[in-house]
Nanobody
């Protein structure tokens, strides 16, 4: 499977962006879809995840209440709506697919077996 992330850009603090991640390459299956972010010199950080079947969502404390993850099964696409953006949200955002992860590991990057190419989000103060 190939994952294509899009929707990044530059916004001012308090603004909004919506990221999309479309899967392609044949039959798509997933247990979880997740979003992670990374800034230079730091480890990749969990942002949000969604159970592909049930729609149950999981969030990092730092984005809870501001970001919303959702999915459209027919389009094989997962979204990340980001509101009330802060300069600390500046990072490259990656989407990822977990084929068989368990709930307890949904925040761990090694749970995911396919990754998109990343999209840059820059929030200025």
């Amino acid at each position: 499977v190939q994952l294509q992330a899009s929707g990044g850009g530059s916004v001012q603090a308090g603004g909004s962006l919506r990221l999309s991640c479309a899967a392609s390459g044949g039959t798509f299956t997933a247990r979880f879809m997740g979003w992670f972010r990374q800034v230079p010199g730091k480890e990749r950080e969990f942002v949000a995840a969604i159970n592909w079947s049930s729609g149950i969502t999981y969030y990092a404390d730092s984005v809870k209440g501001r970001f919303t993850i959702s999915r459209e099964k027919v389009k094989k696409t997962v979204y990340l709506q980001m509101n009330s953006l802060k300069p600390d949200d500046t990072a490259v955002y990656y989407c990822a697919r977990s084929s068989s992860g368990i709930v307890g590991l949904v925040r761990i990057s090694t749970t995911y077996d396919s990754w998109g190419q990343g999209t840059q989000v820059t929030v200025s103060s």
